[in-house]
Each structure stands twice: as C-alpha cells, then as structure tokens.
C-alpha cells in the first residue's frame, strides 16, 4: 500500500509566480490535509479537504493561496503571486475518514519550496 | 500564542538509557494528544497517541504519560537506541472542532550516542 505521495519534492520559483503543489492520499483515504512548516518552527495547520468539500479552511492565508480535492485525482494547494516568505516545507497528510481516537494522520515526504 | 510547548529545542542520550521528552499544553479543551518522529527531508510518521481521558499509553518502548492538571505530556523511550535519533512533535487535537486541525509543538532534537 503505497503512502502518501507528494509533488514535487522540491520547487523553485521567482517572486510572483505561482506554485503548485500536488498531494495523493493513501488508497482508501478520502480525506487530505495540507500543513506549512517555516524553518526551526513546528508544522502549522492550512486547510482540511474531503472529496469536492473543504472541511476547515482557519489556516490558510486569506489571500494568493487555496486547495481543491476533486473527485478524481490529486489534492492541489495553490500559491498565487508567490513571495519570498512563502518558503517553508509543505506537507500533506491524509486519513481514511475523520481522525478518530486512535488513528493518526498519514504525512507525505513534503514539498520544499523555494522562492527566489 | 503558542498552545502546544515544547521548551527543549534538543536533547541528547547515550544509547540503551532513556529519553524523556516533554511537551506542555495551555488549552483545556485538547481531547486527544499525539507524538509523531521525522527525519530530515521526509514527513512526519505517527509514533504514538493518547487520549484526554487516560493518563497513560503504551507501544513497545514507546509510553506517552498525560498529566491533565499540570497540562503536561511525556514521551518516554526506553531503552533509547542510534535510531530514534530524530526529530520529535507533540500534537493536540481540539474537542469540538473540525478533527482535522492538528496543533504541533516545534519539536524536540533527540541524539541517542552509541
């Protein structure tokens, strides 16, 4: 059963363009969750996605950034107008359902992005 | 404000000793408590959890102690081998809340020395 699979693993972009970063759940996990980890801080919540639906969006930027989770393929966060401090280690997790005592998420290997 | 502590950035311990790491919470209404090891460029990978309502968990050489009154967690390894060193992230979930929000610690340095 493969994991989480993230891409790409590492991203570069200039100021202003925009990033996309790719998540594919675990087989059987209809729910995805995006976190941001700047350097030397813990990971930070952005959004919690099931299929087609946004659970909880608290921790995502209210601008240049959002994520989808169609039906078929993988979840996208999306950076518009990337800026400088938006580099941090992206990570997405996923679950087969709501995380129940017990269950854990699931992290992928992250995305790094680097914006120069 | 930071709801979930951990205050020591890194710790070290000689091989087949224990490791205590500890985490502080300042949110009475966290219900469930996780601790997840990485490893630099990967993800996260759960380790073990507990919920509010017991004050002890247990998995191999892993046991998670939750003090709900001092609002305090520990992660005890024993004993402490080369390969836990690592990286190590409380986690706390919110009762009430979407179930998804995962609050994290800015993690632990553990370095276990043969």
């Known amino acids: 059963n493969a994991g989480v699979m993230q891409n790409p693993r590492h991203l570069v972009r200039r100021r202003g363009q925009e990033a996309r970063l790719r998540c594919s759940p675990m087989?059987?996990?209809?729910?995805v969750y995006w976190y941001r980890q700047l350097p030397e801080e813990g990971l930070k919540f952005m959004v919690y996605l099931q299929k087609e639906n946004i659970i909880d969006e608290s921790g995502m930027p209210k601008e240049r950034f959002s994520a989808e989770f169609p039906k078929e393929g993988p979840s996208i966060l999306r950076i518009q107008q990337v800026v400088r401090g938006d580099s941090a280690a992206y990570f997405c997790?996923?679950?087969?359902?709501?995380?129940?005592?017990?269950?854990?998420?699931?992290f992928g290997p992250g995305t790094r992005l680097l914006v120069l | 404000d930071q709801q979930v502590k951990q205050n020591s950035p890194s710790l070290s311990v000689q091989e087949g000793r224990i490791s205590i790491l500890n985490c502080d919470y300042t949110?009475?209404?966290?219900?469930?408590f996780l601790w997840y090891k990485k490893y630099p460029a990967e993800g996260p990978t759960f380790l073990i959890s507990?919920?509010?309502?017991?004050d002890k968990n247990e998995d191999g050489r892993f046991t998670v102690f939750l003090n709900k009154s001092a609002k305090h967690l520990s992660l005890h390894i024993v004993p402490s081998q080369p390969g836990d060193s690592a990286v190590y992230f409380c986690?706390?979930?919110?009762?009430?809340?979407?179930?998804?929000?995962?609050?994290f610690g800015k993690g632990t340095k553990l370095s276990v020395k043969p």
């Open positions: 087989k059987g996990h209809s729910h």
């Open positions: 949110n009475s209404m966290f219900d469930y």
């Open positions: 507990i919920s509010s309502i017991k």
């Open positions: 997790a996923s679950s087969p359902g709501r995380m129940r005592e017990g269950e854990t998420q699931y």
């Open positions: 986690a706390a979930r919110l009762w009430g809340g979407s179930q998804g929000n995962l609050i």
